[in-house]
């Protein structure tokens, strides 16, 4: 019998699932550091037109990262659960 070199499911699941949430981090982070910017122009007295802008600019961000987060989760978890289903291990 052949041994396989490929890492098992739940390791590459892991792996991956540990990379998307850093990426979500990085652009939540991003997010909160616009915020705090946002924060820094209001006290400045910048046109609130501006600020306004840039707060949902924020919110878009925000409120896209969460969203690709939760898609990349569910496709993640989908792809793992196919293949321990065609390796019949369930």
């Not at 070199?5 to 981090?25: Q, Y």
């Not at 990085?26 to 209001?42: D, P, Q, R």
């Not at 501006?50 to 978890?77: K, V």
Request: glycine content about 4%.
């Amino acid at each position: 019998m052949k041994k396989s070199t490929k890492p098992s499911f739940l390791v590459e699941f892991l792996i991956e699932t540990l990379i998307g949430i850093s990426i979500f981090v990085i652009i939540a982070i991003a997010a909160v550091v616009l915020s705090f910017f946002v924060a820094y122009l209001k006290d400045s007295g910048v046109d609130p037109v501006i600020t306004t802008g840039l707060t949902i600019g924020e919110y878009f961000i925000f409120t896209c990262d969460i969203f690709l987060f939760h898609t990349f989760l569910f496709r993640q978890t989908q792809k793992t659960w196919n293949s321990l289903k065609s390796e019949s291990i369930l």
